[in-house]
């Protein structure tokens, strides 16, 4: 989704500015813009494209300090014009912003209204204009005043041609971080655009402004109330987001799994008590006691990790769980359970929609945790406690090992709660074990990676495929469907595999693989039966198993280790992200930027 860099200092801004977009390249954008103040004028490069494509338009400029904006098209579409920056009408401001403004028609129309001509079909210019068109001592009160009457997601950088020593940063609902170094200042919608420069941030919370300046910066509400933010350090290591000599970041973060799961469980497991210990949670045994549901939410891939967690917490725990689309659940008035734990999931904990729902529960008095990878963010912060995820920053838009620790962070959870009641320590310490030989598991199922690639390029002609699977295997087949459909393009369907008799058994014959996931659990000769039914109507099928099948029954059979079964799913996925990957490979796709997708959604 659009990205944010700005830069005031005493080094050149834009190769600063241009270095900024790269990194947040990832995010998914479809056009881009730099904004510099040189010889006391704003001077706008901007064009439809990359931000290679915007590199050789740019000059060179001794200017020092910039905005720039990679954008991904809301209102109006991509082109030259609409690209950001924006600037007003007397070329004094030029606004870079992230988000949505839901009242832009009726703001367009009132600057039409006062004889304002504008130049594009974006939300965004209007800010240009409202913020130039207010009578204020500072830029601060100017961007302030002019953001009383805008409503909306928003976070955005203002520079002004008439106050060259400082930019004005404001944020609600989308992402904006400072970055504090020596003599200089930096900003961007996500700290992969800063570390590389200083692990130095300040996260603003949503209705907050900051002024920077070379030196420093303050920080306020947007009632004008100062507020002190101290910066904190990042602990991100900037090659964590350079592609160390893998083809792609999917592919380099599928490989680094094995030590994000062991990162995700040091000091977690306890061999002692048989279980496990999270202490972000800050629920005591009574507590963890007195859950009576558990509900997860989270969108997209996330959700179908939640899905994961919830068939673990009933299977550990026997507490009632399930999973919901936190975009579903923030529209329908949800029935808040007081002795629920509901458990929002996000990689980037910037969701939008998930957040939302965050705060809907939050409102209502529901007891909420945070299941996230990225430290500092809205949902880690409105959440309060929770488990991160400790998967490292993942840059590939396709998720793969945040995933993976999200479902490693559910089998914690569910381990911990169900050792509060009647979880035996036998039983505990089994799945104690299972974890520990987690990554070692893993690293056995990436080996594989090359006889995956000559199945994946066996069916990447498929027009259409089928995921089936059942209990522990569904929401792995849900997850296989969607790695596979956003990253090449093939239309992928998951069913629940009793459920293919009841209708789409019709669409089975020659041209439609199935996938079917068959963990080695109770359910083994009903999902042969599944493969048989599938066999019988000329279907190809590739397996997905760690179960022993009857030899010549599937086309295609990928074998996974055999660990403790509660953790199948962990393992069953693993194959399911290659087998995605090398047939977008296969279609020369670009596995890191599928087309229309981005890697943190922070619209509706
Ligand atoms: C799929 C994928 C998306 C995300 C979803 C939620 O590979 O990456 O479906 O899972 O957009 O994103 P987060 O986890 O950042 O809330």
Redesign the pocket.
């Known amino acids: 989704m659009c990205g944010i860099v700005g830069y005031l200092g005493g080094r050149q801004a834009t190769p600063v500015l241009v270095e900024g977009l790269h990194r947040l390249e990832y995010r998914g954008y479809d056009s881009a813009g730099v904004a510099v103040l040189d010889g006391g004028e704003i001077v706008v490069t901007k064009t439809a494209g990359r931000v290679q494509d915007l590199r050789d338009l740019l000059v060179d400029s001794p200017a020092t300090v910039g905005v720039a904006h990679t954008r991904w098209a809301t209102h109006g579409v991509a082109s030259d014009r609409n690209a950001h920056p924006h600037l007003d009408a007397g070329l004094r401001i030029a606004v870079v912003h992230n988000g949505i403004i839901e009242n832009a028609e009726q703001l367009r129309a009132r600057l039409q209204a006062d004889g304002v001509e504008l130049v594009s079909e974006t939300d965004t210019e209007a800010l240009a204009h409202l913020i130039a068109q207010q009578r204020a001592d500072s830029l601060e009160d100017a961007v302030r005043a002019a953001l009383r009457g805008v409503e909306g997601t928003y976070g955005l950088v203002v520079l002004d041609r008439d106050r060259p020593d400082e930019l004005v940063v404001a944020r609600n609902g989308s992402p904006v971080v400072l970055g504090v170094g020596d003599g200089e200042m930096f900003v961007a919608s996500d700290v992969s655009a800063l570390v590389h420069h200083t692990q130095r941030v300040v996260f603003l919370d949503d209705g907050e402004l900051a002024t920077l300046t070379a030196t420093g910066y303050r920080t306020s509400t947007l009632d004008a109330r100062s507020t002190s933010k101290v910066p904190t350090t990042v602990a991100v290591a900037a090659d964590a987001y350079e592609l160390g000599g893998h083809e792609d970041f999917m592919r380099k973060e599928m490989a680094e799994q094995p030590e994000a799961i062991a990162r995700a469980l040091r000091g977690r497991l306890d061999e002692r008590f048989a279980t496990a210990h999270l202490g972000g949670l800050a629920l005591d045994p009574m507590a963890l006691r007195a859950i009576r549901r558990v509900k997860f939410l989270?969108?997209?891939?996330?959700y179908y990790a939640g899905q994961m967690g919830a068939v673990l917490v009933e299977e550990l725990a026997r507490v009632p769980a399930d999973a919901e689309p936190a975009s579903e659940f923030r529209y329908r008035n949800p029935v808040v359970d007081p002795d629920a734990l509901y458990v929002a999931?996000?990689?980037?904990?910037?969701?939008l929609d998930?957040l939302a729902a965050v705060q809907e529960l939050r409102r209502k008095g529901g007891r909420v945790i945070g299941a996230v990878?990225v430290v500092g963010s809205a949902?880690a912060r409105e959440c309060g406690s929770g488990v991160f995820l400790h998967a490292g920053p993942e840059v590939s838009?396709?998720?793969t090992k945040?995933?993976t620790n999200m479902t490693v962070s559910f089998a914690m959870l569910a381990l911990l709660l169900g050792r509060v009641r009647d979880l035996s320590a036998a039983a505990g310490g089994r799945i104690v074990a299972g974890l520990r030989g987690l990554p070692g598991q893993v690293e056995r199922v990436l080996a594989d990676d090359a006889d995956i690639a000559r199945i994946a390029k066996r069916y990447a002609h498929a027009r259409h495929m089928f995921f089936l699977g059942r209990v522990r295997g569904w929401p792995v087949a849900r997850e296989g469907a969607?790695?596979l459909k956003?990253i090449s393009y093939v239309h992928a369907e998951a069913y629940q595999s009793a459920e293919l008799k009841h209708g789409p058994l019709a669409l089975i014959d020659p041209d439609m693989p199935s996938v079917v996931v068959v963990p080695a659990d109770d359910l083994v000769a009903k999902n042969i039966a599944t493969i048989e039914q599938v066999k019988a109507r000329g279907g190809p099928v590739i397996a997905i198993t760690n179960a022993d099948l009857p030899d010549g029954l599937a086309d295609e059979v990928i074998r996974v280790p055999r660990g403790e079964p509660e953790l199948d799913p962990i393992l069953l996925t693993i194959p399911l992200q290659l087998l995605a990957y090398h047939t977008a490979a296969a279609l020369g796709r670009d596995v890191d930027r599928p087309r229309n997708l981005a890697?943190?959604?922070t619209v509706e």
């Open positions: 989270g969108c997209g891939s996330a999931v996000s990689q980037s904990g910037e969701t998930t990878n949902i838009v396709a998720s945040a995933l969607q790695k956003e890697k943190s959604v």
